[in-house]
């Protein structure tokens, strides 16, 4: 089977296609014919070694997490899935390698693809939703009525934090540019801010929530916009966040959190339930053909700026 794998952590020079046998599903995995690919810059800093404190030593390794795909083999009798069965799911960061034709993925990150959703649109689901559910409902506690600022509200986490918000009847602020106006208003977004054209930070309101999707807001300069008790979400932060983030917190006077999508089979099946039910509609920009997938990292990578979500797909559509 074809993949992209990396010796060493580095540039995307260390990313080559390699020839690999067709892996074996043990109890609790399935094998999954990868159909669909979501990219995420949570990727390529895993491949820089951003996140090596994190993940283990061991190489080659794979890049992607996200993947929407057929069942081609169980590894247990008792599987809830069959051959022949649609997926999708998310590779843990120390498994990632779903930029493969097969993928070996957790029985528990798994799930049934939604009927009223391509295998592309699926692909996008996992990691994003991941993300923002642990941000605004474990980080952020997120209520009904709260005022919260999603930043960079059409990328491709942030489109499914607006989402999720609008599920738990939160006021959304959105920060997008001229060109993704309408995008914003197609997934909800209640109050949009241009960023082209207003400063959110000048502006008079205060938010409960406020989640950086970009990680271009500062928190000493976004004191301004919070409340004594709002919070202040970072996504994908560097480990040194990671671990001083209580420390920030003591000098700042504010609650910071910095946020790593923290998977779960309960997740997993929120995600599709609301998929399911139409609350999630994802915002595809563009789509690679599987055979292109090292351009389309090294493109997303280099700044191609995008409305929504990249994705790779290995299927022909109908």
């Given at each position: 089977?074809?993949?992209?794998?990396?010796?060493?952590?580095?540039?995307?020079?260390?990313?080559?296609?390699?020839?690999?046998?067709?892996?074996?599903?043990?109890?609790?995995?399935?094998?999954?014919?990868?159909?669909?690919?979501?990219?995420?810059?949570?990727?390529?800093?895993?491949?820089?070694?951003?996140m090596k404190l994190f993940i283990n030593k061991k190489f080659p390794k794979g890049i992607g997490t996200d993947f929407s795909g057929i069942v081609e083999n169980v590894g247990s009798k008792l599987s809830k899935?069959?051959?022949?069965?649609?997926?999708?799911?998310?590779?843990?960061?120390?498994?990632?390698?779903?930029?493969?034709?097969?993928?070996?993925?957790?029985?528990?990150?798994?799930?049934?693809?939604?009927?009223?959703?391509?295998?592309?649109?699926?692909?996008?689901?996992?990691?994003?939703?991941?993300?923002?559910?642990?941000?605004?409902?474990?980080?952020?506690?997120?209520?009904?009525?709260?005022?919260?600022?999603?930043?960079?509200?059409?990328?491709?986490?942030?489109?499914?934090?607006?989402?999720?918000?609008?599920?738990?009847?939160?006021?959304?602020?959105?920060?997008?540019?001229?060109?993704?106006?309408?995008?914003?208003?197609?997934?909800?977004?209640?109050?949009?801010?241009?960023?082209?054209?207003?400063?959110?930070?000048?502006?008079?309101?205060?938010?409960?929530?406020?989640?950086?999707?970009?990680?271009?807001?500062?928190?000493?300069?976004?004191?301004?916009?919070?409340?004594?008790?709002?919070?202040?979400?970072?996504?994908?932060?560097?480990?040194?966040?990671?671990?001083?983030?209580?420390?920030?917190?003591?000098?700042?006077?504010?609650?910071?959190?910095?946020?790593?999508?923290?998977?779960?089979?309960?997740?997993?099946?929120?995600?599709?339930?609301?998929?399911?039910?139409?609350?999630?509609?994802?915002?595809?920009?563009?789509?690679?053909?599987?055979?292109?997938?090292?351009?389309?990292?090294?493109?997303?990578?280099?700044?191609?700026?995008?409305?929504?979500?990249?994705?790779?797909?290995?299927?022909?559509?109908?």
């Open positions: 089977m074809k993949t992209i794998n990396y010796n060493k952590y580095g540039s995307q020079d260390e990313m080559y296609w390699a020839d690999l046998v067709i892996p074996k599903p043990i109890t609790n995995q399935i094998l999954v014919n990868v159909k669909a690919i979501s990219l995420n810059p949570i990727d390529w800093k895993i491949r820089k070694g951003e899935f069959k051959e022949g069965d649609e997926v999708f799911g998310w590779l843990p960061y120390k498994m990632a390698g779903s930029v493969s034709e097969f993928v070996i993925a957790d029985e528990g990150l798994t799930v049934k693809k939604p009927a009223n959703m391509s295998f592309a649109e699926a692909s996008t689901l996992p990691m994003a939703c991941i993300a923002s559910i642990t941000a605004l409902v474990d980080g952020g506690k997120i209520k009904k009525g709260m005022n919260v600022l999603i930043n960079g509200c059409t990328g491709g986490v942030g489109q499914f934090a607006v989402m999720i918000a609008k599920t738990h009847g939160a006021i959304v602020t959105g920060t997008c540019n001229t060109s993704s106006n309408e995008s914003a208003k197609q997934i909800g977004v209640d109050h949009i801010i241009d960023y082209s054209k207003v400063n959110v930070l000048k502006g008079n309101k205060k938010f409960d929530i406020i989640f950086d999707t970009v990680g271009n807001l500062k928190l000493g300069e976004s004191k301004i916009i919070m409340n004594s008790y709002s919070i202040f979400l970072e996504l994908n932060p560097n480990p040194i966040n990671l671990i001083f983030g209580s420390v920030k917190n003591i000098f700042t006077g504010k609650k910071v959190k910095s946020i790593i999508a923290k998977a779960s089979p309960e997740k997993m099946e929120t995600i599709k339930k609301l998929a399911t039910e139409g609350k999630l509609n994802p915002i595809i920009s563009k789509e690679y053909i599987f055979d292109n997938a090292l351009e389309a990292y090294k493109n997303l990578e280099n700044g191609e700026k995008n409305i929504g979500k990249t994705v790779i797909i290995n299927y022909e559509k109908k």
